[in-house]
Each structure stands twice: as C-alpha cells, then as structure tokens.
C-alpha cells in the first residue's frame, strides 16, 4: 500500500470498515483510546486482569501486586502492570504513576530479557504518554519484529507515526490495524485518520462503528466522547451536548464528558453551570489543557483573579509533569503565544517542530513565529498546518490572524469566517478576537 494516495488510502480504509462490520460481532473489545495524544492499553494474556479503555485500573493494579507477591518472575504480570500505571496516570492526570509503570516494564524485560513483545509495547506506550514520539516509534518497531500480529502494538505505533507527521506510514499501520482486529480502538484512529484528512462524514461513520462494537459502559463512553467532540469541532453545540450526556449516563465519572458539558454550557452562556463543570474537571484530572480552558473562560469574563490563580496551575502542572519526563511543549508554546509571551512561545514552539512535523505542530509554530512578529515564516507554516485538509477553527483563526498582519485583508477575511463558520465557539478568548478582526476587515472593504 505504499505507494497509494491520500485518496486511496482513504477509500480503503472505508472498504475495510464495510467489511469489518461483519467481523467484529464476535470481538471482545479490551482496547485502548484511539485519538490523540496518549495511546494506552493493558498488556498480557488471559490469566492477568485486564482494564477496557475508560475503567478505573486501581482494581487491576491491586490484582497484579497481589499476583506478583506470589509469582514475582512473571514477566507478562509486570507488564501489565506497567500499563495499568500508565493507565492510571492517564485517568487521575497524575504523572507520578509514568515512573512507576517504567520500572514495572523494565522489571519484565529483567524477568524476560529475549522476545518480550509486550514490555516493549508497554514502553511505546509510556513513551507515547510522555509525548516522546520518536522512543514511543522505536520501541513500537522493536515489538513489532518480535510480534507482528499485535493490534495493540499497532494502535501505539500508529498513534506514534501520526504525532511525527509520518502520515502515509501511519495510514498503512492503521490499516494492518484494523486488519488484525477491527474493535474500538482501531475504528477510533480510522476516525481520527478521516478527521485530519477533513472528511468528518467518514470519521463520524467510523466512530459510529466503534459505538456498535462496544461492549462495556467504558468503551461506549469512551467512543461517545468522541462523536462529541466530532460534532463540536464542527460547531454542532446541540449534537455534542447529546453525545456527552448519554456517554455521561453510561458512565458518569468520565472526566472528558464533563469537560464536553463544560464547553456546552459556556456556548449556550450558562456560564456559572461551565464553571462549576470546570472546576470539578480540574479538581479530579488536573491536565494541562483542562486548566487552561478554564482559565481561558474565567479570563474572557473579566474574573482576572480567579483566571490567574488557575494560570498558577498551569505552571505548577507544567513543572511536575516536565519533572516526570511528560513533554508538553506543543500545547505549551501556543498557551505561551495565545497571552503575549512571544520569546518563551517561539523557543518552546521550535524547539518542538525539530522534534515533529504533524499539522498541529505547523499550526503551534505559525502562531508563535506570528506573535513573535516573523508573519511571512508563521504563514509558510500555517499553510503546510493545513496539508492534510483539516477542518479545524484554530488553524483557520491562526492563519487568518496572521493573514492579517501580512495586508492579506481578502485571504484574512475568508481564514476568519471558516474559523468561525467550523465552530465559532472554538475559544473563549480566541473565538471573540476572530469576531472583532472579521469586522474590521469586513468595515473597511
């Protein structure tokens, strides 16, 4: 398949989904999420506990420990406790578990040093966690030469090829994907593979399949969220509103269906319901991007205090993931851009495309060249955001923004109403800055 185009690989993978739909019936789905940025999965065979993608892992964890009390040279039991750390790490947003699950993993190859597929895997998908792509690839190819029938491993290698921007191979790893077991995991990539490439029909035909193979109230939240999150990028506040509350009735502690409803609320203005929605988000998953949207809201209501004491912890967040070994210097740099702090944006955005060329990474780079005054260079990476198609507000309000500063008033009005035509509420501070520089541009035409 390597040498067919975008287009092709789209239509078989299309082709592939059809006839998946009479393969799956039988499936058990154990599988890990599928859209970016931190693939995970529980890792071993049948006689070690497993976690589906949305559950609580602490009854996992607690299992392995008690089995490896007893059998402490079980490699498999190791490395699935490995990644029921990650897992767990995943779900509480606390970073301290990714120490944890590298000494589980280590401790398996110690155990298992020739042939131990799934350490290997679970250490992609540690690496993968701590957005260190490249280690998350090489470990991934390693695995796969030991075991090239692992659709787990190839979830994590897919997800590691698209973060690098290596898009034509992560489509031919997605495809052997869902080749080797067409379940949740793998029909959530295809989704995200048809998002990027700017076809939301097929990724919401995708996730649709998901949600049909579905078979714990993890899985059918988890593939909920993310029809949600689907129709909220395309600014269909009341169809994400829908899919957020019934993942929510399946499974109502799921973090990122309560930030879905928080983001519904501040779009509809029932602003002290997303706040509160907000502050129960950060209270029990503390990640970065959930701090920063809140923040973000509380900022564009003039509520500046309470907006800078969550900025607070935004550093504080930043600091304690970077001290275990999390990267997250993409959505770093463009935070640092989105509040004027140009030096700190452009160092951490390059630093960033040296190590990845995905779209997001062009986007993150565009706009901190921009803040940072070097419009002609943000403009040839907001162009090269928008190779794959994308339909996203964000990249079009970036480059609009920075079509702008260029004179480009015809090219900066058409950036700016696409933003706003996708999702016209994609950022509480963003989204009103596009309005306001649409109608200067459409005044003075």
Same mark, same amino acid.
């Given at each position: ?35 970016? /940025? ?51 790490? !995943?779900?509480?947003?606390? /970073? ?9 993993? +280590? ?20 690496? =993968? ?36 921007? !290596? ?19 793998? $029909? ?13 029909? @097929? ?25 949600? #999150? ?18 929510? !009735? ?53 509520? +500046?205090?309470?907006? +800078?004491? @969550? ?6 967040? @930043?600091?304690?993931? #970077? ?7 993409? +959505? ?9 702090? =140009? ?18 990474? #062009? ?31 964000? $990249? ?36 009103? !800055?596009? #309005? ?6 459409? @005044?003075?035409?």
């Amino acid at each position: 398949m390597t040498s067919l185009s975008h287009r092709a690989r789209a239509a078989a993978l299309v082709f592939v989904l059809a006839a998946a739909m009479f393969l799956a019936a039988g499936l058990t789905v154990t599988g890990a999420p599928a859209q970016q /940025p931190s693939p995970v999965a529980l890792l071993g065979g049948a006689s070690v506990t497993q976690v589906a993608s949305g559950s609580d892992p602490t009854a996992a964890i607690e299992a392995l420990q008690g089995r490896l009390r007893r059998l402490p040279a079980d490699d498999t039991a190791w490395s699935s406790l490995g990644a029921a750390y990650v897992q767990h790490a !995943r779900l509480t947003g606390d /970073p301290t578990f990714y120490g944890k699950a590298d000494g589980a993993f +280590e401790r398996s190859l110690d155990e298992r040093p020739a042939g131990n597929d799934t350490a290997l895997t679970g250490l992609a998908s540690l690496a =993968s966690a701590r957005h260190d792509f490249t280690g998350a690839l090489r470990y991934a190819r390693q695995a796969q030469e030991l075991n090239p029938y692992s659709a787990t491993n190839q979830g994590v290698l897919t997800d590691a090829l698209v973060e690098l921007g !290596r898009y034509d191979e992560a489509w031919d790893e997605l495809q052997r994907m869902v080749d080797l077991k067409p379940s949740v995991p793998s $029909f959530t990539r295809v989704s995200y593979s048809f998002e990027l490439r700017g076809d939301p029909k @097929q990724a919401r035909k995708a996730l649709e399949r998901a949600l049909e193979v579905a078979s714990t109230p993890s899985d059918i939240s988890y593939a909920l969220h993310y029809l949600g #999150e689907l129709a909220w990028n395309s600014g269909d506040v009341d169809a994400a509103a829908e899919r957020y509350v019934e993942g929510l !009735r399946h499974d109502p502690s799921y973090v990122p269906l309560i930030a879905g409803m928080a983001k519904v609320a501040a779009a509809r203005g029932e602003i002290e319901a997303a706040l509160a929605r907000y502050a129960e988000v950060v209270s029990r998953r503390p990640e970065p991007s959930y701090v920063i949207a809140y923040a973000d809201l509380l900022d564009s209501l003039g509520r +500046e205090e309470e907006a +800078e004491q @969550q900025y607070a912890v935004v550093a504080a967040t @930043q600091r304690l993931f #970077e001290s275990q070994g999390v990267n997250v210097d993409l +959505e770093l740099a463009v935070y640092e851009a989105d509040h004027g702090r =140009s030096e700190s944006a452009l160092a951490i955005a390059e630093a960033e495309w040296e190590r990845r060329r995905s779209v997001h990474t #062009e986007d993150a780079y565009a706009w901190a060249l921009h803040v940072g005054g070097r419009h002609r260079e943000a403009l040839d990476h907001a162009k090269a955001a928008a190779a794959l198609g994308t339909h996203s507000a964000l $990249f079009a309000y970036h480059r609009g923004m920075i079509e702008q500063s260029l004179g480009m008033d015809g090219a900066a009005e058409a950036s700016l109403r696409r933003a706003l035509e996708t999702n016209p509420h994609f950022s509480p501070l963003q989204a009103p !800055r596009a #309005e306001a520089a649409l109608r200067q541009l459409e @005044q003075s035409s």
